[in-house]
Every structure is written in structure tokens, then in C-alpha cells.
């Protein structure tokens, strides 16, 4: 999960002022201001509208039947009661007890510029601009990212914010565009109630008194039946994957959510997907998926032992045999993982979760320096943690990886992993401008359990991805988004992982600059020709969003994966801005009519 660089944010101006609403008085305005969806479309969020209680119970009314049962109408009064009284410890907590916020969980920071919410957008016709869209592509490019349904006027984080999708569905050349939120449990009771419900836990941990207080409310709203923490917490607001031919939303503290696009190009959600046969229980946001066998890998992590939990779900979508790690002594911020053909591989690195820092007023999640980054590697088909065991890997801090494969040259005797590391891990959780990813091949000898390292290209590269097919099997190439700084991403590159020597230096062979105030996201590979197993690897498209920050405008953009300059074959103008978010996936129209 890739962090909000505060210190970035302080630098831009934001095109907007989020102002907050009136002083807590007898009317209980509440604690957050909801999205108004043509405003954002038409001003682009220069203004918000206020929502009061009092409109509340006006919507809640329309929803209620004609002649509503007694206690259909004390159930409404009581909810009513819960959600003036709640908002209004809310508001006191955020006027009275938060300390000052820091730039990085201020929202005037946080969401400024193109990192502001935007409201939902109905499937739109959109107009090709430059070039035009290839034959071979058609099917959905969505992007998951953080959009919160309610500006926040307490501490908040990028990570708090609300999934939300953003498509664009191509069919004959011709593309259309579509916004919606994922209606996870979360949105949908925030939404009902009209405020802000549940704790967030990136930014709720500010000041010990400020802490103790939100979580005394929180537990409050347990206690009254506002909330039931059994039906999830999660957001779906990270990545999007296929397993066994069904699409989900994820986000590594919930479930995933189960997502369908309509023939005219609409979103739906679905319903949260518990195949994992548990209420508490969650997944990564990073499962990887044998295109192969149909097999889907993942694996969740947690506050409590056991801290790693690793499972794999069959090509017909039945949960298999859990495999909890108990090697693992401590909780560890694990994002995402990498498999090869008989392998899993695992990082622990330094940046750490603490349950008990939440008693003291701070973030559970911080980095720690003493600590020794190791990586774990198992038997991809493994029953238990017998075969486990751990490396150490000094100076080695991952939040993504890209691929791994077994080398057939030594009889499959060494892994072969790629993957940014993250140099300056110190400051990935407050200033994300200092840290430098710089892409590195790793090797790591199975005889010998040691590992080898070396980089492959000198940029600042994150966001990397590869051609699908190519999970768990050796590829050549990989496509990177380029910081910098980050988070704002300034263009792509292409980096051939064959030229990689121990005195090679920069592998990069394609690169791609957006221009002056455009920036984009990460890139998606998809093949030109999908079902053709002669093709090239590189034999296809490279497609993400773009904006431009001078003219305020986002494009969706296909580049020749081939072309030495990554070139641009079509820009399609969006009919409304694309906040900067997280990760996509492409579905085929193929695959879209069975969802």
C-alpha cells in the first residue's frame, strides 16, 4: 500500500478550500460534509454543500413505508437519537481534544489537488482525442483508489478513504466511462446515518486523550446496535483481481467485494465475499493468480498469532487448507508476496505493527530500525510451516513485489524474485518524498539459503507490473511508474530484465514522460493477443490514467508496449477528473459477459 507523502502535498496548492462546518451548537450539525456530485462535476470541487440532520430524517423518511408500524417508528427515533448524540462527541472530540493535525492525516493537506473526491458518474460516452483504439482492445480497464463519501473534519488519512471505482469500457473503438462507489457495509450504514460511522484506523490514533475518546465512541456505537463489527470494516478501496472468474475489490483488512459491470458500462457491487467461510477474518490485496492451473495464492496478516496466514483458493473458487505461520514472532506490515512455480515467498520487513501503541495515542503501524528485514520462503503447495524458514536481508524493505521464478539453468536450485525496495524506509509512513524505490533482482540460493542482490534500474521506480501471464514464470520485462517524488507519478518505464549483470547498471530500454503537470498511475499491461501462446511478451498495451493539473483535464491512455518511446496510440478525454489512486486491472469482454 503506497503512502501519502505529506510534505509533497504541503508544496501544491490545493484547487479547492475545504471549509469546515459551524461550531457545534444546539442544531448537532454533523461531523462531516457529503459529496455533492454535480458540484464536483461542474465546479470541480470548489464547493460542498453542508448536510444537516434535519435533511437526514427527511431522506430517511422517503425510504420508510407509508404507514409505518409503532415500533418501525420508534426505530427511526432511536437511530435518529444515536446518530445526533454520536456526532456530536465526534464533533467535540475534533473541535476540543485532537492535538494539531500533522500535515500528513490533515485533510486540507491530504486531499488537495487531484487527490480530492469526486462524486459518482453515471456510464458516459467519452470522446477518443489522439489516435484512436486499437481492435484488439476491447473489454474494461478499473481503477481502484480512496475516495471518501464525506469530507472529513477530523485527522484523516489517504488510506481512510472510501473505494471507489473508476472504468472504462471499450467496445469497437469506441469508450465509455463510469464512477462508482464500492458499496461495502461501511458505505452503506455511513451513507444511511449521513456521517462518518467507523473508526479509522490510519488516522483515528492522534494524542493519547484524543484516542482514548474516539474509541470510547466507537465502542458506543457497538453498544447501541449502530454498528456491527461482524459484517467488516474494510473499504475495498486498494486493488481489483479474477479469481476463479469472478471480479473482486480488495483491501487487506476486510474481505474482498464481489463486482459486476453491466453491459452499458455501470458498476455493481455484489455483496461482501465470504468464501473464506469466516466473519473476522480478511485477504491481501495482493492475491496472485496461476493463469495456468487457475489457482488462486493469498494469504492475510494480523495483530495476533498466528501473525501470517497463507492459503490458496482452487480454479473453482473452494477455499483450500489454511496454513498458519507461526515463525513469525511479531506482526508485520506484509502488503504483498510473490509465488513461483513450487515456491511462496514472504517479506518481514521494518516497518512493524504495534496493537499497543493504539494505547498510547499513536498509529499501531511505525518503522523499526533495529529490526533485521528477512524473507520467508515455502513449498507453494505446503500443509503446514515445517519447510518454512527465514533469510536475513539487511537494508531489504518491500511493499510491493513484482514477480519470481525458479532459474531452470541450476536445476531450479535458486529463486529469482523482483521487487522495489524501499531506501529511506524511515519516512514512508510521514514523508514518502525521501524514499527512493529503487527496483532490484534478487536471487536467493536454496541450497545455501542466502540471497544475492543487485538493482536493475537507477530511477525511482514503484507500481511495477508485468505481463500476466508471466506470474511465477520467468519474464523479461517489467513496466514501472516513476516518482518523482512520489506519490506523484511523472511517467513510465520499461526495463529488460535480461540485459541485469552484476555490472549491468540501469536495464531501463523504453521510457515515457507525461509532460509538465501530468501525472498518471500505475500502468497495466495487457496482451495484444491473449490466447495466442507464440506471442511476444511484450506483444501488447500498456494503458493508466492520466491528468493534467494545468488544465485540470484526465485522459485515459494506451501506449505500445513495444515502441522504444512507449508510444502513445490512443488518448481518450474523460468526462471527469480521475483522482490518483491505487491499482487496475483489465477484464477482457469476454470475461465481462460471465460475470
Known amino acids: 500500500m503506497d503512502t501519502l507523502s505529506s510534505f509533497f502535498l504541503q508544496k501544491y496548492v490545493p484547487s479547492h478550500s475545504l471549509t469546515p462546518s459551524p461550531p457545534l451548537l444546539l442544531k448537532f450539525n454533523i461531523s462531516s460534509l457529503k459529496i455533492d456530485k454535480k458540484c464536483d462535476r461542474l465546479n470541480h470541487q470548489k464547493s460542498m454543500i453542508t448536510t444537516s440532520i434535519l435533511h437526514q430524517k427527511k431522506l430517511k423518511t422517503l425510504n420508510t413505508p407509508k404507514n409505518p408500524s409503532t415500533s418501525e417508528i420508534t426505530k427511526i427515533k432511536k437511530q435518529s437519537f444515536l446518530t445526533i448524540f454520536f456526532n456530536s462527541l465526534d464533533n467535540f472530540i475534533?473541535?476540543?481534544?485532537?492535538?494539531?493535525?500533522?500535515p500528513s492525516i490533515d485533510p486540507n493537506h491530504v486531499l488537495s489537488g487531484n487527490f480530492a473526491p469526486v462524486g459518482e458518474l453515471p456510464p458516459t460516452a467519452c470522446d477518443v482525442v489522439e489516435g484512436s483504439l486499437p481492435p484488439s482492445l476491447n473489454g474494461a480497464y478499473i481503477r481502484n483508489g480512496p475516495n471518501p463519501q464525506f469530507i472529513p473534519r477530523g485527522p484523516y488519512h489517504l488510506f481512510d478513504g472510501d473505494g471507489m471505482l473508476h472504468a472504462v469500457t471499450i467496445s469497437g473503438g469506441k469508450a465509455t466511462f463510469c464512477s462508482r462507489f464500492v458499496k461495502t457495509y461501511k458505505y452503506t450504514?455511513?451513507?444511511?446515518?449521513?456521517?462518518p460511522v467507523i473508526l479509522n484506523v490510519f488516522s483515528a490514533f492522534n494524542g493519547l486523550l484524543a484516542s482514548l475518546a474516539r474509541c470510547a465512541v466507537s465502542s458506543g456505537r457497538v453498544l447501541a446496535g449502530q454498528y456491527d463489527p461482524r459484517r467488516g470494516a474494510g473499504r475495498a478501496n486498494t486493488s481489483l483481481a479474477l479469481i476463479s472468474g469472478k471480479l473482486f475489490a480488495h483491501e487487506e483488512c476486510d474481505l474482498p467485494y464481489g463486482i459486476k459491470l453491466t453491459c452499458d458500462g455501470d458498476i455493481i457491487t455484489l455483496g461482501r465475499h465470504e468464501f473464506l467461510g469466516e466473519q473476522f477474518t480478511a485477504m491481501t490485496a495482493h492475491p496472485k493468480i496461476d493463469m495456468e492451473t487457475g489457482e488462486t495464492f493469498a494469504f492475510r496478516y494480523s495483530f495476533l498469532p498466528p501473525f501470517l496466514t497463507y492459503f490458496r483458493i482452487n480454479g473453482d473458487g473452494i477455499m483450500q487448507h489454511e496454513v498458519p505461520i507461526f515463525s513469525l514472532k511479531q506482526s508485520s506490515f506484509i502488503h504483498d508476496f510473490a509465488i513461483s512455480k513450487n515456491y511462496v515467498v514472504f517479506p518481514d520487513t521494518q516497518i512493524v505493527i504495534k496493537p499497543r501503541d493504539m494505547l498510547r495515542g499513536r498509529v499501531p503501524l511505525r518503522v523499526d530500525l533495529e529490526k533485521v528485514p528477512r524473507l520467508g520462503i515455502m513449498p507453494r503447495y505446503a500443509v503446514d510451516e515445517r519447510e518454512m524458514w527465514w533469510v536475513d536481508v539487511s537494508g531489504f524493505n518491500i511493499i510491493h513485489a513484482v514477480n519470481a521464478w525458479e532459474e531452470e539453468d541450476d536445476g531450479g536450485d535458486t529463486i529469482v524474485m523482483v521487487a522495489p525496495n524501499a531506501l529511506g524506509v524511515e519516512h514512508v509512513l510521514e514523508r514518502m518524498d525521501l524514499v527512493h524505490s529503487s527496483l532490484e533482482r534478487i536471487q536467493i540460493n536454496l541450497k545455501e539459503k542466502s540471497v544475492t542482490r543487485r538493482p536493475v534500474s537507477t530511477a525511482n521506480l514503484e507500481f511495477a507490473v508485468i505481463n500476466?501471464?508471466?506470474?511465477?514464470?520467468?519474464?523479461?520485462?517489467?513496466?514501472?511508474?516513476?516518482?518523482?517524488?512520489?506519490?506523484?507519478?511523472?511517467?513510465?518505464?520499461?526495463?529488460?530484465?535480461?540485459?541485469?549483470?552484476?555490472?549491468?547498471?540501469?536495464?531501463?530500454?523504453?521510457?515515457?514522460?507525461?509532460?509538465?503537470?501530468?501525472?498518471?498511475?500505475?500502468?497495466f499491461f495487457v496482451a495484444r493477443e491473449p490466447d495466442n501462446p507464440a506471442a511476444e511478451e511484450d506483444d501488447g498495451y500498456l494503458i493508466t490514467y492520466m491528468h493534467n493539473e494545468n488544465t485540470e483535464e484526465s485522459k485515459f491512455l494506451v501506449m505500445d508496449a513495444k515502441s522504444p518511446t512507449l508510444q502513445i496510440l490512443a488518448a481518450v478525454k474523460l468526462p471527469q477528473r480521475v483522482p490518483y489512486g491505487f491499482h487496475g486491472i483489465f477484464v477482457p469482454e469476454s470475461h465481462l459477459r460471465k460475470l
Open 94 to 102: 475534533c473541535n476540543f481534544i485532537d492535538p494539531p493535525l500533522r
Open 468 to 523: 500476466p501471464a508471466y506470474v511465477g514464470k520467468k519474464n523479461r520485462y517489467v513496466y514501472a511508474a516513476v516518482g518523482d517524488p512520489m506519490p506523484k507519478i511523472v511517467g513510465v518505464v520499461k526495463v529488460d530484465l535480461s540485459l541485469s549483470t552484476a555490472n549491468s547498471g540501469d536495464c531501463t530500454v523504453a521510457r515515457r514522460l507525461y509532460g509538465p503537470g501530468c501525472y498518471g498511475g500505475e500502468p
Open 189 to 195: 450504514l455511513e451513507r444511511e446515518i449521513g456521517s
